[in-house]
């Protein structure tokens, strides 16, 4: 390992990763810049819709700085891609991350940092403490810029909650007494369901409650999945579904799909591009639903987790770093850039500004008659609370899909397979050679 990796690893987190757990040499230049030496290409792997339509804004404007985007797989698909890519010297400029995958970018030496070429610009101002700090990994290093985000809310059918005297609940407590009201007076009916199949659900729903799964401590990760906020989150969704106050089947099925739309389930935790999914799920109750803050632990707070949401990251393979975080700055923070997006991608922007811009100045169709959807959607966005990632979310994630199904189904101890999710995190980093606290 060169010292450029080392570098790279130790201050990406936050001197905390062991080195054996590093990836290599990537090849790259580490961010050095040949910007003034004429016209440029900047190659942008990504998979958002309506990217390409943002991009052409700044090629107009950018003759020199030409963006070309090659369209890609999301997920751990594009983050396999990319680290084998640099692994061979031969990464794109930048890449789309998730925010959960830039530890494990980060780890193995493929992001550039570029706060050196964005001090000054006053970009950190543009986003929320909590989108922010999931790029920054709590260091002085910047290794993204936010480019959507997916604040958790609470969709609920209005007709139905009218039909059956449900007040819409405010508090996690209220949001049980719901479930077990609903299941009263309609045995044919669920609130909701508990998906064990979708982790990124159960982990904004932690990190609400103050889970910070992967933190770092000296020289070592320390992993707190199994915490006593996570556990508050996993003892109370585990007891409903024990109780039979909640459905135990996973989402996005052909069951789930027709359980929206008949009204068997008459409400979804979800994030802020849900309206897309029932508009396609749940097609005959256009009109039907509304959405409202997510409850909350403590009366009167305003705290929600993310589910979803990605960045622009800077690789260390970039022959142009200076221009491409410029690029990325811009397309995330530019008002016509994220209006482009909004409108031709359906992208919930992560810049606070345009939250309430005008291309969110009317509802989603399928909400339209909540003229105010996206003005409750900036206030709970403000309450984002951090993520703390680490370089094996996909390990936790796989984890908990097996784990949490086998408890869901036989409605047996969710405290037991989060133990098992944490037990298989640690035991994975070890073998990666990452040094892990506790």
Same mark, same amino acid.
Not at 114 to 126: M, P, R
Not at 140 to 161: E, N, T, V
Not at 239 to 256: C, F, K, Q, R, S
Not at 320 to 334: M, R, S
């Given at each position: 390992m060169n010292h450029r990796a080392v570098a790279v690893c130790t201050a990406a987190l936050v001197s905390a990763v062991a080195l054996t757990g590093?990836?290599?040499?990537?090849g790259g230049n580490g961010g050095s810049s040949s910007d003034a030496s004429g016209p440029i290409t900047l190659e942008y792997w990504a998979w958002a819709p309506g990217l390409e339509q943002a991009v052409a804004l700044w090629n107009e404007a950018n003759p020199d700085v030409r963006v070309v985007v090659k369209n890609q797989a999301g997920g751990d698909d594009l983050v396999t891609r990319v680290v084998t890519a640099a692994q061979a010297g031969e990464a794109p400029d930048l890449v789309q991350a998730e925010y959960q995958a830039l530890p494990t970018l980060i780890s193995n030496d493929v992001l550039a940092d570029i706060s050196d070429h964005l001090e000054g610009t006053g970009t950190a101002e543009e986003f929320s403490e909590g989108?922010?700090?999931? =790029?920054? /990994?709590?260091?002085? %290093?910047?290794? +993204?810029?936010?480019?959507? &985000?997916?604040p958790l809310m609470f969709y609920y059918r209005h007709d139905l909650f009218e039909e059956y005297g449900l007040e819409v609940p405010t508090t996690w407590d209220e949001f049980a007494d719901t479930a077990r009201a609903l299941r009263d007076a309609a045995p044919d009916r669920y609130l909701t369901t508990f998906s064990a199949q979708d982790a990124g659900l159960f982990a904004g729903l932690s990190q609400q409650a103050g889970a910070q799964w992967w933190t770092t401590e000296g020289e070592s990760w320390r992993v707190a999945i199994d915490d006593e906020p996570t556990r508050r989150v996993a003892e109370f969704w585990g007891g409903l579904v024990a109780e039979d106050a909640i459905h135990n089947e996973p989402m996005y099925t052909p069951a789930w799909n027709q359980a929206l739309n008949t009204g068997e389930q008459i +409400?979804? =935790?979800? +994030? =802020?591009? %849900?309206?897309? =999914? /029932? +508009?396609? &799920?749940?097609?005959?109750?256009?009109?039907q639903w509304a959405v409202a803050p997510l409850p909350q632990w403590e009366a009167g707070g305003n705290a929600t987790g993310s589910w979803g949401g990605s960045t622009t990251a800077v690789t260390n393979d970039s022959d142009h770093a200076e221009a491409a975080a410029k690029f990325a700055a811009w397309i995330n923070t530019d008002p016509e850039a994220l209006a482009t997006m909004v409108r031709e991608g359906g992208i919930y922007p992560a810049a606070t500004a345009a939250q309430t811009g005008d291309a969110l100045a009317e509802p989603p169709a399928f909400f339209a008659d909540q003229p105010d959807f996206y003005e409750i959607a900036a206030g709970v966005a403000e309450g984002t609370a951090p993520a703390a990632w680490g370089p094996n979310v996909n390990v936790a994630y796989s984890t908990f899909n097996d784990a949490f199904g086998s408890a869901a189904s036989a409605r047996s101890d969710f405290g037991a397979a989060l133990a098992e999710v944490q037990n298989a995190t640690v035991a994975d980093l070890e073998r990666q050679g990452f040094r892990v606290a506790g």
């Amino acid at each position: 390992m060169n010292h450029r990796a080392v570098a790279v690893c130790t201050a990406a987190l936050v001197s905390a990763v062991a080195l054996t757990g590093c990836g290599g040499d990537s090849g790259g230049n580490g961010g050095s810049s040949s910007d003034a030496s004429g016209p440029i290409t900047l190659e942008y792997w990504a998979w958002a819709p309506g990217l390409e339509q943002a991009v052409a804004l700044w090629n107009e404007a950018n003759p020199d700085v030409r963006v070309v985007v090659k369209n890609q797989a999301g997920g751990d698909d594009l983050v396999t891609r990319v680290v084998t890519a640099a692994q061979a010297g031969e990464a794109p400029d930048l890449v789309q991350a998730e925010y959960q995958a830039l530890p494990t970018l980060i780890s193995n030496d493929v992001l550039a940092d570029i706060s050196d070429h964005l001090e000054g610009t006053g970009t950190a101002e543009e986003f929320s403490e909590g989108l922010w700090q999931q =790029v920054t /990994l709590g260091t002085d %290093a910047l290794y +993204a810029i936010p480019q959507d &985000s997916g604040p958790l809310m609470f969709y609920y059918r209005h007709d139905l909650f009218e039909e059956y005297g449900l007040e819409v609940p405010t508090t996690w407590d209220e949001f049980a007494d719901t479930a077990r009201a609903l299941r009263d007076a309609a045995p044919d009916r669920y609130l909701t369901t508990f998906s064990a199949q979708d982790a990124g659900l159960f982990a904004g729903l932690s990190q609400q409650a103050g889970a910070q799964w992967w933190t770092t401590e000296g020289e070592s990760w320390r992993v707190a999945i199994d915490d006593e906020p996570t556990r508050r989150v996993a003892e109370f969704w585990g007891g409903l579904v024990a109780e039979d106050a909640i459905h135990n089947e996973p989402m996005y099925t052909p069951a789930w799909n027709q359980a929206l739309n008949t009204g068997e389930q008459i +409400a979804w =935790v979800s +994030a =802020v591009w %849900a309206p897309g =999914v /029932l +508009a396609s &799920s749940a097609e005959d109750t256009a009109g039907q639903w509304a959405v409202a803050p997510l409850p909350q632990w403590e009366a009167g707070g305003n705290a929600t987790g993310s589910w979803g949401g990605s960045t622009t990251a800077v690789t260390n393979d970039s022959d142009h770093a200076e221009a491409a975080a410029k690029f990325a700055a811009w397309i995330n923070t530019d008002p016509e850039a994220l209006a482009t997006m909004v409108r031709e991608g359906g992208i919930y922007p992560a810049a606070t500004a345009a939250q309430t811009g005008d291309a969110l100045a009317e509802p989603p169709a399928f909400f339209a008659d909540q003229p105010d959807f996206y003005e409750i959607a900036a206030g709970v966005a403000e309450g984002t609370a951090p993520a703390a990632w680490g370089p094996n979310v996909n390990v936790a994630y796989s984890t908990f899909n097996d784990a949490f199904g086998s408890a869901a189904s036989a409605r047996s101890d969710f405290g037991a397979a989060l133990a098992e999710v944490q037990n298989a995190t640690v035991a994975d980093l070890e073998r990666q050679g990452f040094r892990v606290a506790g």
